[in-house]
């Protein structure tokens, strides 16, 4: 599907260069492939690294796209669109990575009739294998949903949501590495603290979780059955469930994603 498109990128940081990544793994030719990025050491290394076409201005990048990727921080959103406004006309797909920005809100922007699908990944896009969860604007089709999916779906997962729920998206999937590096680092402590090495620590601690999120995703049973059959009667591990319970692990997890969630609500001015 991704054939003869052209795909303009706005902004090269990271997760653009994990989508670039991304694309050209799974064929997409670097030819294809325009990004507007104002650090010329970036557009530098992007067009070294990744043999794709890099220039300074958006307006070109955009002019010259057929399919748009907003890739660029939301407190720059106001200024940044306005530039672009002249070069985006409604044929164009725009898809927006930006945290907290609405579909609305970059629909007011630019062009009337304009197609705005808004995407939220998460830092292991990085390595191919986001949480990535996409919704509609007002305008977009059936035909670029499945176009946004066939893009990120090269950097991991892709789910179908409400513009609604894409603050929830945002507390849950896009803070949650976080918070899963923070349990792993408490974790590893924990072996350290009862006497492993650092580098043994950290590597059973890493597979332990690696593992543990496989068997979910592979098996397909809830976690809470997943728990129920590696807790045995009198064991050590309900005697670790039991502590984490009593310092209200499930509700700590929850109140976070309530926080995150809360607060990109904020960001985004509601």
Do not use: W
């Given at each position: 599907?991704?054939t003869?498109?052209?795909?303009?990128?706005?902004?090269?940081?990271?997760?653009?260069e994990a989508?670039?990544?991304?694309?050209?793994?799974?064929?997409?030719?670097?030819?294809?492939?325009?990004?507007a990025e104002?650090?010329?050491?970036?557009?530098?290394?992007?067009?070294?690294?990744?043999?794709?076409?890099?220039s300074?201005?958006?307006?070109?990048?955009?002019?010259?796209?057929?399919?748009?990727?907003?890739?660029?921080?939301?407190?720059?959103?106001?200024?940044?669109?306005?530039?672009?406004a002249p070069?985006?006309?409604?044929?164009?797909?725009v898809?927006?990575?930006?945290?907290?920005?609405?579909?609305?809100?970059?629909?007011?922007?630019?062009?009337?009739?304009?197609?705005?699908v808004?995407?939220?990944?998460?830092?292991?896009?990085?390595?191919?294998?986001?949480?990535?969860?996409?919704c509609?604007?007002?305008?977009?089709a059936?035909?670029?949903?499945?176009?946004?999916?066939?893009i990120?779906?090269?950097?991991?997962t892709v789910?179908?949501?409400?513009?609604?729920?894409?603050?929830?998206?945002?507390?849950l999937?896009?803070?949650?590495?976080?918070?899963?590096?923070?349990f792993?680092?408490?974790?590893?402590?924990?072996?350290?603290k009862?006497?492993?090495?650092r580098?043994?620590?950290?590597a059973?601690?890493?597979?332990?979780?690696l593992?543990a999120?496989?068997?979910?995703?592979?098996?397909?049973e809830?976690?809470?059955?997943?728990?129920?059959?590696?807790?045995?009667?009198?064991?050590t591990?309900?005697?670790?469930?039991?502590?984490?319970?009593?310092?209200?692990?499930?509700?700590?997890?929850m109140?976070?994603?309530?926080?995150?969630?809360?607060?990109?609500?904020?960001?985004?001015?509601k």
């Amino acid at each position: 599907m991704l054939t003869n498109h052209n795909i303009g990128f706005i902004g090269g940081g990271n997760m653009a260069e994990a989508i670039i990544k991304g694309l050209l793994a799974g064929g997409v030719t670097p030819d294809s492939i325009t990004v507007a990025e104002p650090l010329q050491s970036r557009r530098e290394f992007l067009a070294s690294r990744y043999a794709v076409a890099a220039s300074e201005s958006c307006q070109n990048v955009a002019g010259n796209a057929d399919i748009i990727i907003l890739a660029i921080k939301p407190q720059v959103a106001d200024s940044v669109l306005s530039d672009l406004a002249p070069a985006i006309s409604s044929e164009k797909l725009v898809i927006s990575i930006m945290a907290g920005i609405s579909t609305g809100f970059i629909e007011e922007h630019l062009s009337s009739g304009l197609r705005v699908v808004r995407v939220m990944p998460n830092a292991a896009a990085l390595i191919q294998a986001a949480a990535t969860a996409i919704c509609p604007g007002k305008k977009a089709a059936e035909k670029d949903l499945e176009m946004t999916r066939e893009i990120f779906s090269r950097v991991g997962t892709v789910v179908t949501t409400s513009e609604k729920l894409m603050d929830a998206v945002t507390g849950l999937s896009g803070s949650g590495p976080a918070y899963v590096f923070g349990f792993i680092e408490a974790l590893s402590d924990a072996g350290v603290k009862n006497g492993l090495a650092r580098d043994v620590s950290l590597a059973l601690s890493v597979q332990t979780v690696l593992g543990a999120a496989r068997m979910v995703s592979e098996t397909g049973e809830h976690p809470a059955l997943l728990k129920e059959k590696v807790t045995s009667p009198g064991g050590t591990t309900i005697a670790g469930l039991h502590t984490l319970e009593n310092g209200r692990f499930h509700g700590l997890v929850m109140d976070a994603v309530d926080s995150a969630c809360n607060r990109s609500k904020e960001l985004s001015g509601k």
